[in-house]
């Protein structure tokens, strides 16, 4: 083994010798040999090479025969240097420290190389970030040992990968001890698709209600939930009716929510053209009725064929008067006297409906193209119309089903009146048992404009800094907003606490990220490729009502690192940090500092319940068994058991089983009397009698009365016991022997219990 681990040193070992033996060969000009004469050869050469760069090959001549021009493509190699990194190389290969990155890590690749690993290079383009990455390497080593040492475990197994993409290595193709920093099979909940369809499954892995984190989502691509998404669409715009019609009268909307009411400007324009309510308003309570009786499962006795509550054409002019009195600020009259049976209907619906506050007024939804990243093609429409036509004006997108429309937050908590969202990172080091790691540290991103819904532009509503950083500031955004648009955790706790609800952060906040971060992956955990010595770190994005309770809005694998703040710059570096601590101190040392990180959730091991390291986060649910699928169908079919029955009749102390179709090992049966001949010539008798159709006579000894008697019979295959109601006055039945001439197959069973007795003029059935 270590002949083959030696092998690329020696071979780079060789290529020097033959470098510096090429230099000790006498040119053809100087007849010099060797020595220091070789030396002042090969400066006087590069120097002349230097001197001459940037001419073209046809301006710069040497004389004719000379060969001296590969010595400026191979290096003259320090034989002490060499046997010096050979042996680190050695060590760093026989304690598996060789490691590989693709993509710009620097902070991922410091830290490995302050803990003594050795990384093995790929190809990379010369683009200006790898630039400076090598500039920056070649000053931190300027002896050169490091580089060597990555030469000499080019062909060696790379022990730790880190890529930026999941797809960039086969993980079919590593072995068992190589780690690796992505999951296969996580798209169940990076995706925005996957998010949206497997936290409907939370029922089964959980009590709780993905409605109270996750804002309720739809794949319009697909055809069972387009007709679903429509029927949302319509009833909250009803629900919104109410609301416009209370917070109207009341004229208090909640915090951050000023904008709601159309501005009298707007509403000046309709004074003339009046909306009659009375029947837009009996259409909403409606409405609202019949879906708080689906929620109490009241609906189940209506028939398929009753009426819808409104029609088509009623659903079109009431969205169509639904948007002239919301969006467009028409008058209404006699409004007061709904007031209070609106407010009645809107605390049922709050009792049932955890959205009900963050939905607004607006009926606004956001659509997400699934295809797409850093907030590119999302969009937000309050038209039912608008929002249909973006969905099929791309027939891919429509086909694969990765159109996605959410329920978009209008009344968010604001910071000085400005929109923001935060990420929240999380890493996961086990798949099964799940094991979850929470960062203590996240940061918020602001968008340039501030919040209002009078418009809909991205600048207002996308927080992405990918969106929000080629923009200018608006001049009526809060000072108090910095200009790069981001703030620490440390800053919005301080502005909690200049409000009083500091105590929030920690009691509300944070304990509500954590049951979504985990609910998500409870959902997928059987979605995911459990493979050992994989890990992964996640970006979550957060939104938070007035009451600061978090909202899951999506997660990204690979969340970009990249210091476009100062902010993120502390942050990122900090996490990846961490990221290693976790994933390599501690796997040695389990008393190692995880640094921020801190573990929220850790299933317990079946086979190893005592051996999760962490007795204080040990609890929870058991670790998952994922069956391994084999095309087979699992649908069990059974059968009516009908008036005749292929089974002989037997004599009661008899309990042999006939004979089975493969051979098997018997248990030892028990002794069996003979039968008397008299006995087996009526029951041929009897069966010529039955194949005909005419009941045989009975026996003189079955006409007197028997004791009670129970018995089982067992038979081969598994099925439940039949028990055969038995008249208690009737006298005992006679079982026969089959006569061997006879074959029949035999219906599966297991065992049959018969209790007291059977009328003896009866043939036993099952």
């Known amino acids: 083994m270590e002949a083959t681990r030696s092998r690329p040193s020696d071979q780079l070992g060789h290529e ?7 230099c000790k060969a006498p040119c053809r000009d100087s007849g010099e040999t060797g020595g220091s004469a070789k030396d002042q050869k090969v400066i006087a050469v590069v120097q002349q090479g230097n001197r001459d760069e940037g001419k073209s090959p046809q301006t710069s001549s040497l004389p004719e025969g000379k060969v001296c021009r590969s010595f400026v493509s191979v290096p003259v190699l320090n034989p002490v240097r060499l046997r010096k990194a050979k042996a680190l190389a050695e060590e760093v290969v026989k304690m598996q420290k060789v490691f590989s990155i693709q993509g710009p890590y620097p902070v991922v690749r410091a830290a490995l190389k302050a803990r003594g690993w050795v990384e093995q290079r790929a190809h990379r383009p010369d683009h200006t970030a790898h630039q400076r990455h090598n500039n920056l390497e070649k000053e931190q080593d300027r002896d050169g040992l490091y580089d060597l040492m990555c030469r000499l475990v080019q062909n060696e197994m790379v022990n ?29 909940f990076t995706t925005k698709v996957g998010l949206c369809v497997n936290l409907r499954n939370l029922h089964w892995f959980d009590s709780a209600d993905p409605d109270t984190f996750f804002p309720r989502c739809y794949r319009l691509g697909a055809k069972d939930e387009k007709p679903a998404f429509i029927e949302d669409y319509r009833r909250t715009a009803c629900t919104s009716l109410l609301k416009y019609i209370v917070e109207r009268e009341q004229g208090a909307p909640g915090e951050g929510t000023s904008h709601d009411i159309p501005s009298v400007r707007k509403r000046s324009k309709l004074q003339s053209s009046p909306v009659v309510l009375s029947q837009m308003i009996n259409s909403a309570l409606k409405v609202c009725h019949q879906f708080l009786e689906s929620l109490e499962h009241r609906d189940i006795d209506i028939h398929l064929e009753t009426p819808q509550t409104l029609t088509e054409e009623e659903w079109a002019e009431f969205i169509s008067g639904y948007n002239l009195v919301v969006h467009k600020g028409a008058e209404i009259e006699n409004s007061y006297h709904f007031v209070s049976c609106c407010k009645a209907m809107l605390q049922k619906l709050a009792e049932v409906s955890p959205q009900l506050e963050i939905d607004g007024i607006h009926n606004i939804w956001i659509i997400k193209p699934g295809a797409k990243s850093r907030g590119r093609g999302i969009k937000c429409a309050r038209h039912l119309d608008q929002i249909l036509s973006l969905v099929d004006g791309d027939p891919t997108l429509r086909k694969e089903g990765k159109w996605v429309v959410q329920k978009y937050l209008e009344r ?72 790069d648009n981001m ?3 440390d800053q919005f706790r301080t502005f909690l606490s200049s409000q009083g609800r500091e105590a929030q952060w920690q009691t509300v906040a944070v304990p509500g990220m954590k049951k979504a971060v985990i609910h998500a992956l409870q959902t997928t955990q059987d979605l995911m490729e459990s493979r050992k010595n994989t890990f992964e770190l996640y970006g979550a994005d957060f939104m938070f009502g007035h009451d600061l309770s978090p909202w899951l809005i999506e997660i ?24 290693l601590r976790v994933v390599l101190d501690q796997r040695a040392d389990r008393n190692a500092s995880t640094g921020d990180f801190q573990l929220i959730y850790r299933q317990v091991n079946k086979s190893y319940p005592s051996s999760t ?72 008798t009897r069966f010529k009698h039955i ?5 045989p006579p009975l026996p003189p000894e079955m006409t007197q009365s028997a004791p009670v008697e129970t018995f089982s019979l067992y038979l081969p295959m598994t099925v439940t016991s039949i028990h055969l109601p038995i008249s208690t006055k009737s006298p005992s039945v006679l079982l026969w022997k089959r006569p061997p001439e006879v074959s029949e197959e035999v219906q599966p069973c297991t065992s049959l219990s018969l209790s007291k007795t059977v009328q003896t003029s009866s043939t036993l059935r099952v």
């Open 487 to 489: 703030w620490s955790d």
């Open 556 to 579: 990204n694998a690979s969340p970009t690192m990249a210091h476009s703040t100062p902010v993120t710059a502390r942050l990122c570096t900090a996490v990846q940090e961490d990221t």
């Open 613 to 684: 390291g962490c007795r204080a986060h040990s609890s929870g649910p058991l670790s998952v068994d994922v069956p391994q699928y084999v095309g087979v169908n699992l649908l069990v079919e059974g059968y009516n058991v009908g008036r005749h029955c292929s089974l002989p009749p037997l004599h009661s102390s008899i309990r042999s089983a006939p004979k089975r179709s493969i051979k098997e090992k018997e248990p030892k049966a028990e002794k069996v009397k003979t039968l008397p001949k008299m006995l087996l010539k009526r029951a041929e």
């Open 16 to 22: 020097g010798h033959r470098a510096t033996n090429r």
């Open 691 to 695: 194949s005909s159709g005419v009941p």
């Open 160 to 188: 730790f990968h880190w890529t930026n993409r999941r797809d960039a290595i086969d993980t079919n193709s590593l072995q068992k001890e190589q780690i690796i920093n992505h999951f296969a099979k996580a798209g169940s």
């Open 412 to 483: 968010p908590l604001l910071v000085h009146g400005t929109k923001f969202d935060l990420r929240q990172w999380f890493l996961v080091t086990v798949v099964n048992p799940l094991t979850v790691w929470f960062y203590t540290k996240c940061y918020l991103r602001f968008s340039t404009q501030p919040y209002s819904l009078d418009t809909l532009d991205s600048s207002v509503h996308l927080c992405n800094n990918s969106i929000q950083k080629h923009l200018t500031p608006s001049q009526q955004r809060h000072r108090g907003i910095p200009a």
